[in-house]
Protein backbone atom coordinates (compact mmCIF):
# COMPACT_ATOMS: atom_id res chain seq x y z
CA UNK A 1 0.00 0.00 0.00
CA UNK A 2 1.14 3.38 -1.06
CA UNK A 3 2.10 5.76 1.81
CA UNK A 4 2.85 9.71 0.46
CA UNK A 5 3.81 11.91 4.07
CA UNK A 6 4.39 15.68 3.24
CA UNK A 7 6.21 17.84 6.31
CA UNK A 8 7.78 20.63 6.52
CA UNK A 9 4.84 23.45 6.31
CA UNK A 10 4.83 26.29 8.94
CA UNK A 11 4.30 29.97 9.95
CA UNK A 12 6.61 31.91 8.36
CA UNK A 13 6.88 35.93 7.39
CA UNK A 14 6.67 37.14 3.79
CA UNK A 15 9.96 37.09 2.57
CA UNK A 16 11.13 33.58 3.97
CA UNK A 17 11.51 30.37 3.19
CA UNK A 18 10.59 26.75 3.92
CA UNK A 19 11.29 23.52 2.77
CA UNK A 20 8.46 21.01 2.03
CA UNK A 21 9.47 17.27 2.19
CA UNK A 22 7.54 14.61 0.64
CA UNK A 23 8.37 10.83 0.98
CA UNK A 24 7.08 8.20 -0.97
CA UNK A 25 6.35 4.77 0.45
CA UNK A 26 5.50 1.46 -1.16
CA UNK A 27 5.28 2.80 -4.21
CA UNK A 28 4.78 0.26 -7.64
CA UNK A 29 2.84 2.26 -10.03
CA UNK A 30 5.49 3.64 -12.72
CA UNK A 31 4.20 7.01 -13.16
CA UNK A 32 5.56 9.92 -14.93
CA UNK A 33 5.95 13.03 -12.92
CA UNK A 34 5.08 13.85 -9.47
CA UNK A 35 4.94 17.24 -7.84
CA UNK A 36 3.11 19.11 -5.24
CA UNK A 37 -0.49 21.24 -5.31
CA UNK A 38 -2.16 23.96 -2.80
CA UNK A 39 -5.60 24.71 -1.68
CA UNK A 40 -6.27 27.43 0.38
CA UNK A 41 -9.42 28.18 1.70
CA UNK A 42 -12.68 28.70 -0.81
CA UNK A 43 -10.48 27.87 -3.72
CA UNK A 44 -10.05 25.48 -5.70
CA UNK A 45 -6.71 23.44 -5.98
CA UNK A 46 -3.53 24.80 -7.88
CA UNK A 47 -0.62 23.53 -9.55
CA UNK A 48 2.73 24.57 -7.91
CA UNK A 49 5.47 22.74 -9.37
CA UNK A 50 6.17 18.95 -10.06
CA UNK A 51 9.63 16.66 -11.05
CA UNK A 52 9.59 13.67 -13.47
CA UNK A 53 10.22 10.29 -12.01
CA UNK A 54 12.52 9.22 -14.61
CA UNK A 55 14.80 12.10 -15.25
CA UNK A 56 14.88 15.92 -14.50
CA UNK A 57 12.30 17.77 -16.17
CA UNK A 58 10.52 20.11 -13.83
CA UNK A 59 7.12 22.12 -14.22
CA UNK A 60 6.19 25.15 -12.81
CA UNK A 61 3.38 27.47 -12.46
CA UNK A 62 4.24 30.64 -13.70
CA UNK A 63 3.66 32.70 -10.52
CA UNK A 64 6.23 30.25 -8.89
CA UNK A 65 8.94 29.83 -11.20
CA UNK A 66 11.35 32.09 -10.01
CA UNK A 67 10.50 31.42 -6.32
CA UNK A 68 10.23 27.57 -5.88
CA UNK A 69 12.50 24.78 -7.05
CA UNK A 70 11.49 21.24 -7.26
CA UNK A 71 14.46 18.06 -6.42
CA UNK A 72 14.21 14.96 -5.73
CA UNK A 73 16.00 12.26 -4.57
CA UNK A 74 15.68 8.77 -5.70
CA UNK A 75 17.63 6.47 -3.41
CA UNK A 76 15.13 7.71 -0.57
CA UNK A 77 11.95 8.27 -2.64
CA UNK A 78 11.61 11.60 -1.23
CA UNK A 79 10.68 14.81 -3.44
CA UNK A 80 11.72 18.62 -1.91
CA UNK A 81 10.01 21.82 -2.92
CA UNK A 82 12.28 24.79 -1.95
CA UNK A 83 10.12 28.06 -1.73
CA UNK A 84 11.70 31.44 -0.95
CA UNK A 85 10.06 34.71 -1.03
CA UNK A 86 7.13 33.53 0.37
CA UNK A 87 4.21 36.06 -0.03
CA UNK A 88 0.60 35.99 1.98
CA UNK A 89 -1.18 34.49 -1.09
CA UNK A 90 1.69 31.50 -0.52
CA UNK A 91 -0.67 30.63 2.15
CA UNK A 92 -2.07 27.22 1.47
CA UNK A 93 -2.20 23.42 2.18
CA UNK A 94 0.32 21.84 0.28
CA UNK A 95 -0.47 18.21 -1.36
CA UNK A 96 2.29 16.07 -2.93
CA UNK A 97 0.81 13.72 -5.68
CA UNK A 98 2.77 11.43 -6.33
CA UNK A 99 0.99 10.04 -9.52
CA UNK A 100 1.26 12.26 -12.36
CA UNK A 101 0.36 11.12 -15.74
CA UNK A 102 0.32 14.33 -17.89
CA UNK A 103 2.45 17.24 -18.13
CA UNK A 104 2.28 19.92 -20.91
CA UNK A 105 4.27 22.54 -21.44
CA UNK A 106 4.96 24.12 -17.92
CA UNK A 107 2.16 22.18 -15.84
CA UNK A 108 1.25 19.24 -15.31
CA UNK A 109 -3.04 18.41 -14.63
CA UNK A 110 -4.74 17.32 -11.61
CA UNK A 111 -4.83 13.79 -11.66
CA UNK A 112 -8.15 14.09 -9.25
CA UNK A 113 -8.96 11.13 -6.91
CA UNK A 114 -5.68 9.49 -5.87
CA UNK A 115 -4.16 7.33 -3.78
CA UNK A 116 -0.90 8.27 -4.63
CA UNK A 117 -1.54 11.47 -2.78
CA UNK A 118 -0.81 12.62 1.10
CA UNK A 119 -2.94 14.79 3.77
CA UNK A 120 -1.06 17.75 2.96
CA UNK A 121 1.49 20.35 5.27
CA UNK A 122 -0.18 23.68 5.87
CA UNK A 123 1.39 26.61 4.87
CA UNK A 124 1.16 30.23 6.55
CA UNK A 125 3.19 33.41 5.13
CA UNK A 126 2.40 36.20 7.55
CA UNK A 127 2.51 39.91 6.06
Known amino acids: QVQVVESGGGLVQAGGSLRLSCAVF????????VGWFRQAPGKEREFVAA????????YYADSMKDRFTISRDNANNTVYLQMNGLRPEDTAKYYC????????????????????RGQGTQVTVSS
Open 97 to 116: DADLSYCSGSVCYDPGMSDY
Open 51 to 58: ISWTDHTT
Open 26 to 33: GRTKSSYA
